[in-house]
């Protein structure tokens, strides 16, 4: 089975930045579209952000919209996640995942979090306030 492993998370103070990163084992990342979730605790898994296959197209949670950045580089087999001004409410794990939906379907169910194949081990993030 596929390997998603992320890192990159941390605790920063309110206001900063983080990128996360998630590495993806085989040869078959770039039929992926590949997308960032998070949960905290006591809290449903919550969609973050996704991008499809090709990553000409970009999904973001409202919550996200504006300070985070979801992008790929297949020549690493590697999908980032940039967080600028981070808040408090921020605080989560956040896991990576990949779905092998074709982009028609996917953009339309980018946000469910059992679409997905395969889900990373998580990295925690905490924002201090």
């Known amino acids: 089975q596929v390997q998603l492993v992320e890192s990159g998370g941390g605790l920063v103070q309110a206001g900063g930045s983080l990128s996360l990163s998630c590495v993806v084992s085989?040869?078959?990342?770039?039929?992926?579209?590949m997308a960032w979730f998070r949960q905290a605790p006591g809290k449903e898994r919550e969609f973050v952000a996704a991008l499809n296959r090709s990553g000409k197209n970009t999904y973001y949670a409202d919550s996200v919209k504006a300070r985070f950045t979801i992008s790929k580089d297949n020549d690493k087999n590697t999908v980032y996640l940039q967080m600028n001004n981070l808040k408090p409410e921020d605080t989560a794990v956040y896991y990576c995942?990949?779905?092998?939906?074709?982009?028609?379907?996917?953009?339309?169910?980018?946000?469910?979090?059992?679409?997905?194949?395969?889900w990373g081990q998580g990295t925690q993030v905490t924002v201090s306030s």
């Open positions: 995942a990949n779905d092998l939906a074709p982009s028609a379907y996917f953009s339309g169910r980018y946000y469910r979090d059992y679409e997905y194949h395969t």
């Open positions: 085989g040869r078959a990342f770039n039929m992926y579209n």
